[in-house]
């Protein structure tokens, strides 16, 4: 059995063992219908009010005997008369009903027996005023106080899990821009006729390839995970829910029951004279049985379901027309890691997950030996930590579920080939001088953790490069250092650079460390993202943080697909909390304030600057010197500016001279 079966059975054990002659349980006869199960709830907190205010008004009718004592036992009957039906067949039920169905309901038997008795017992006085204040009508309202919350609770609880199956099925992104950007890649390529273009096109072909089949094994592998996280809702987690609203209704009415027979016991005992009357009111109230109430409200409120179908893989309309996963050398490499990936979080949840379990299954037996002996204990308090509990463990079961459900889909596509046992440990990095990406070989630079560096072999890639390196960490292949903040600019190969130009002669100024320092950088602590906490999360393991509803935290690692992400507070504390929890704030940007135009002779410009980070000495006649924080601008036309060729931008420096540059030796400010 399943760690989600095993907690739906433990989760109503104290109701179950009263089902098993009627075999008819709210999530199993009443699919997807919490709504009106809430509202079912709803409507017997109401008539708890109203009984509650009903033993108030009458505690100060005492004193005036029996006039207006029978006064009130008439409105009062006017009022439940009219709220009855709804707790006993609902307020939109799907069966015709008629007073004999009201009847048969012991709930409205205790009612009309209690407001027999209202009217027979005119000959009430202030003690027992007194003792109905003290015992009943507190009692009810705390009844209702802790009733009203749990039930609030648990609507939150559902609408979580909502929002957990809503994120899974909104994850299935189609990959439709990634085919056309192929199809795209491949006219360039054809029409591509001079040298100099030619060997760009090919690999960006070949790159828009690779990046179309990996999005297009993320589309398959988030479809396999909607259809589970749909079957796991409809037939595990939306049946639990519907199931603790009646538990939760059976407490209520049992509760309603026992504080009813208390203030009936009152009058037997002050007044001996009303014994007869009050007796049979007791026995009405003991008589409720909140489970043939139940089943009653079921035939009168049978609806038919269907579950939805699943989901399907739909082929593009210009490529790839197959569900079978690619697994091409590139793809397989990103598949590996990722499949890597989700085998180290579910070893890291099982512990958590079978500890959780166990506290659930403890608290269930608790349960049901508080509601056996009441003198043990509040089962109330108990039941309010098991609810809790088992919530937590149904959001655990959630993400173990994602997890197996991807190594499940991976693991079928590589039948058995999981690639290199010597996986990258990589950190987040910031890179305040521009790095070569491992995978790539384009620039890493960005002081807002753009990349990652491998603490083992050293290696830097891009965050949307790291599945796409191969498990070889330790290859004895040279690896550039690990740190990433003390390299030096980087050396331009003009052979690589996709253009032609004349031999170069002089060298190449190499900067140090201290001088990619900008000098308007104020700080080089990195922006973190804001978000809002929406829902209150209390931790359970040390990997995990606090957080209250309305905190602003900052989201230090994203969402990596297991549904948790990394915050910081505002104490400093940082650890896990669930991705659903929290809603990241949307930044405005800010404008850039607009730079002087260059000194020089009149010429046909482009309006668009770019601030130089290095100084760079010309190695040929057709490029420029630069300073660092010159401005420069850039050309125009289709083979000016940045379109000048891979590596390299045209420009016009402060002197006036036109050339090119290294494209990652500036920024653009405008």
């Known amino acids: 059995m399943s760690l ?6 433990t989760a109503l054990l104290v109701t179950k063992s009263r089902l098993m002659d009627s075999g008819q349980t709210y999530g199993k006869n009443l699919p997807d219908q919490v709504d009106r199960l809430s509202s079912l709830s709803d409507a017997q907190l109401e008539l708890t009010a109203d009984v509650r205010d009903l033993f108030r008004e009458r505690a100060a009718l005492e004193r005036e005997y029996a006039t207006k004592l029978q006064l009130l036992a008439k409105k009062s009957a006017d009022k439940m008369n009219k709220k009855i039906p709804a707790t006993v067949v609902g307020s939109e039920p799907t069966k015709a009903w008629n007073d004999d169905s009201i009847k048969r309901s012991t709930l409205d038997n205790s009612i009309s027996q209690l407001i027999s008795s209202l009217v027979d017992s005119a000959q009430d006085h202030v003690n027992l005023s007194d003792s109905l204040n003290t015992q009943v009508v507190e009692a009810l309202k705390s009844t209702e106080k802790r009733h009203d919350e749990a039930k609030k609770r648990q ?18 992104l189609k990959y439709d821009e990634d085919c056309l950007e192929v199809e795209s890649s491949r006219v360039k390529q054809e029409r591509s006729a001079d040298d100099r273009h030619a060997d760009r096109a090919a690999k960006q072909y070949e790159q828009q390839q690779t990046d179309m089949q990996n999005s297009k094994n993320s589309y398959i592998i988030a479809t396999a995970i909607a259809n589970s996280a749909k079957a796991k809702f409809f037939n595990d987690d939306l049946p639990d829910v519907e199931d603790q609203f009646q538990d939760l209704q059976t407490q209520l009415l049992t509760s309603l029951s026992k504080i009813i027979v208390t203030s009936q016991q009152l009058q037997g005992n002050h007044l001996v004279s009303l014994k007869t009357r009050v007796a049979a009111t007791e026995k009405a109230f003991e008589d409720i049985d909140p489970i043939k109430d ?94 809790e509990a088992h919530h937590q463990l149904t959001f655990y079961t959630i993400s173990q579920c994602v997890l197996k459900t991807e190594i499940e889909t991976i693991s079928e596509a590589l039948a058995g080939d999981e690639g290199g046992k010597s996986p990258h440990t990589f950190k987040s990095t910031s890179f305040s001088i521009p790095t070569q990406c491992a995978y790539c070989k384009t620039t890493i630079w960005g002081l807002s953790k753009q990349g990652k560096t491998c603490k083992s072999c050293g290696i830097s890639v891009h965050n ?34 996709r253009r032609t130009s004349t031999s170069s002669t002089g060298t190449a100024t190499t900067p140090t460390a201290s001088s990619f320092t900008r000098p308007d950088l104020k700080s080089q602590e990195e922006e973190y993202p804001s978000a809002r906490v929406i829902f209150e999360f209390t931790p359970t393991s040390p990997f995990e943080l606090a957080i209250s509803e309305g905190w602003t935290v900052k989201v230090v690692e994203p969402d990596d697909g297991s549904g948790w992400v990394k915050v910081a ?8 909390v669930p991705a659903s929890y929290i809603e990241i704030e949307k930044k405005s940007p800010k404008a850039k304030p607009r730079p002087p135009p260059p000194r020089g002779a009149a010429r046909k410009s482009s309006s668009k600057f770019v601030r130089a980070l290095y100084e760079y000495s010309p190695q040929g006649t057709d490029e420029i010197e630069i300073r660092e924080g010159e401005m420069i601008e850039l050309t125009t036309g289709p083979t000016g500016g940045q379109n000048y060729a891979d590596g390299w931008w045209e420009g016009i420096n402060e002197k006036g001279k036109k050339g090119i540059f290294p494209s990652n030796y500036v920024e653009v400010v405008s």
């Open 4 to 9: 989600a079966s095993r907690s739906s059975c």
């Open 155 to 172: 609507m939150q609880h559902f609408q979580k899990l909502l929002a957990e199956r809503d994120k899974t099925y909104a994850d299935r």
């Open 294 to 387: 139940q089943d009653l409200f079921i035939d009168h409120n049978i609806r038919p379901f269907t579950a939805p179908a699943d989901w399907v893989f739909e082929p593009c309309s210009t490529h790839y027309d197959t569900s079978d996963m690619s697994v091409e050398p590139a793809p397989k490499v990103y598949l590996q890691n990722r499949l890597t990936r989700c085998k180290q979080k579910l070893q890291e949840l099982r512990p958590i997950v079978e500890t959780r379990q166990k506290e659930v299954e403890k608290l269930a037996r608790l349960v049901a030996t508080y509601s056996r002996d009441p003198s043990l204990g509040k089962v109330d308090e108990i039941s309010d930590s098991f609810l």
């Open 464 to 497: 949307k490069c790291e599945l796409k390196v191969p498990a070889d960490c330790g290859d004895p292949s040279p690896t550039p250092s690990s740190s990433s903040n003390v390299r030096s600019a980087p050396a331009m190969d003009r052979k690589n650079s």
């Open 569 to 576: 507070d505002e104490s400093g504390g940082k650890g896990l």
